[in-house]
């Protein structure tokens, strides 16, 4: 494990490390996009790496993704490293410049996702880390099903007016973030992508991007392998 944490010192290439469907997708999509290089990592979580004293050496917080920069900065939180990256290779399609008027919605949803949109459905995910009690546990996820649907209903009201993608005909790199959030469903697979229909247009656009659109692909078949749709009611696969 101790040569995966080692960041050579004279290193001249971007380092991210990620794991298994987790935020890193957004990240090494916006990479791709760039067409950059860069050196990938896996942390596997459920043997606790990202809480093992190597990895916390490189980020303290103990999550994914964490992007380590040519000349040795160290980067976590997936949208800011998102970001940065566009903006620092001053890359107009993935993020329009400062001055630009399509900024301020640019922003504004990218802003939406991580503040709204994420929270709730880590709620969603995680109930038992938020659930004051075992017996509060199914609550707990069912009104954070409830809450972030009506936030993504917010979006889908959004792409019908505006779409087909959330800058309209321009895609962004909002675009990848939405659509991993998309892909990863709520309780069931089909949660968001099956309930919202201008969404999953955004997220099938999202899809063909010829250098990163593999990579949605593959957090998406990831997470039909282990969640059920919710058609399969039968279904014992915890999600």
């Known amino acids: 494990m101790s040569n995966k944490f080692t960041i050579p010192a004279n290193h001249n290439s971007y380092i991210l490390f990620g794991g298994y469907v987790s935020r890193a997708t957004a990240v090494r999509m916006v990479l791709e996009e760039l067409e950059i290089e860069y050196d990938y990592r896996e942390v596997i979580t459920r043997d606790s790496e ?4 190597e990895y916390l050496k490189i980020n303290p917080a103990g ?3 964490t992007l380590i920069t040519p000349d040795g900065c160290k980067m976590h939180e997936a949208a800011g490293i998102c970001l940065w990256l566009a903006d620092v290779n001053q890359n107009e399609e993935l993020a329009p410049l400062p001055l630009d008027k399509d900024r301020i919605e640019f ?9 709204d949109i994420q929270p709730s459905s880590k709620q969603a995910f995680f109930s038992e880390r938020y659930a004051p009690t ?5 609550l707990v996820k069912d009104q954070a099903i409830d809450r972030v649907l009506e936030r993504w209903s917010v979006l889908n009201d959004h792409l019908i007016q ?16 939405l659509s991993m959030w998309a892909a990863y469903g709520l309780k069931y697979n ?3 992508l ?3 229909p201008s969404v999953k247009e955004c997220y099938e656009r999202v899809l063909k991007r010829p250098n990163s659109g593999h990579l949605l692909d593959a957090l998406r078949n990831d997470v039909l392998s282990y969640k059920p749709s919710r ?9």
């Not at 990202?50 to 004293?53: L, Q, T």
């Not at 922003?107 to 503040?115: G, H, M, P, V, Y």
């Not at 075992?134 to 199914?138: A, C, D, F, M, V």
């Open 50 to 53: 990202h809480k093992s004293s």
């Open 63 to 65: 999550y994914i993704p």
């Open 107 to 115: 922003l504004s949803k990218l802003f939406f996702i991580t503040n």
């Open 134 to 138: 075992p017996e509060t546990i199914s």
């Open 162 to 177: 505006s779409g087909p993608f959330i800058l309209g005909d321009r895609f962004s790199l909002v675009d990848i973030y």
């Open 190 to 192: 089909d949660d968001i």
């Open 194 to 196: 099956g309930r919202f």
């Open 231 to 239: 058609s399969d009611s039968n279904s014992s696969v915890k999600a």
